[in-house]
């Protein structure tokens, strides 16, 4: 184990502040997990009361007590309102971990997900150093689809009936994965675009919007 492995990260990205999950978050979450329409997606049982939530909050933050990295909370900065969950779970020391996260359904749509799940990646790889970081989804969960796909993850193929559903329903998932070597290649193409339009910003050639 590393030294600190377990101790959860705090990233600040331009519209979001990420960090672990803590019970005075309990209102924020209960208030999209408790819908219909966002935990199935996620493979997990709408909460039916705050209770629920809390209790989930108790198991998120008891895993980095078991070997798991802690779960933490999406906050966007600009209310200061927990908007989602992200996690790098079913984890294995020095090799691989899956991304998840959930994201309250009134901020999907605005690059959220995707912005907190490069943080994600950062921890997986700059910090803990692993090879291989996965996702997988049902197949008709598009957004998330999107994502892997603007993270420049590897779309590996569909397993059939890949995962039970807490009500014993099977249902086809897509699987994407992303190794060391794909994520440095992409940030060496993010630092170099990014100088680029740094030098043209400077010469003025070019106005940034």
């Known amino acids: 184990m ?11 990205t331009k519209h979001l502040i990420i960090r672990e999950i803590e019970m005075e978050d309990a209102i924020d979450f209960f208030s999209y997990a408790s819908r219909d329409d966002v935990g199935p997606y996620a493979g997990w049982r709408p909460h039916r009361s ?5 209790t989930i909050i108790a ?17 966007l900065k600009e209310t200061n309102e927990m908007i989602g969950t992200l996690e790098l779970h079913s984890y294995e ?9 959930s ?18 990646l950062e921890w997986g790889f700059d910090m803990l150093g692993l090879n291989r970081i996965e996702c997988t989804m049902y197949v008709n ?6 994502v892997c796909e603007h993270l420049k993850f590897t779309y590996e193929g569909m397993r059939k009936k890949g995962y039970k559903l807490y009500d014993g329903t099977l249902h086809d998932i897509y699987a994407y994965a992303l190794t060391d070597e794909e994520y440095l290649e992409e940030v060496q193409r993010i630092v170099k675009c990014n100088e680029e339009v740094d030098t043209e910003e400077v010469i003025g050639k070019k106005e940034i919007i």
């Open 59 to 75: 198991m998120f933050r008891q895993k980095k007590y078991e070997n798991q990295l802690p779960t933490l909370a999406i906050i």
């Open 103 to 120: 994201l309250n359904p009134l901020y999907q749509g605005q690059g959220y997900a995707t912005e907190a799940s490069f943080k994600a």
């Open 93 to 101: 020391s020095g090799y691989k971990a899956e991304l998840g996260y």
């Open 50 to 54: 705050i209770s629920d939530t809390k």
């Open 2 to 12: 590393k030294k600190n492995e377990f101790l959860a990260p705090v990233f600040k």
């Open 141 to 146: 969960n598009i957004a998330s689809k999107k």
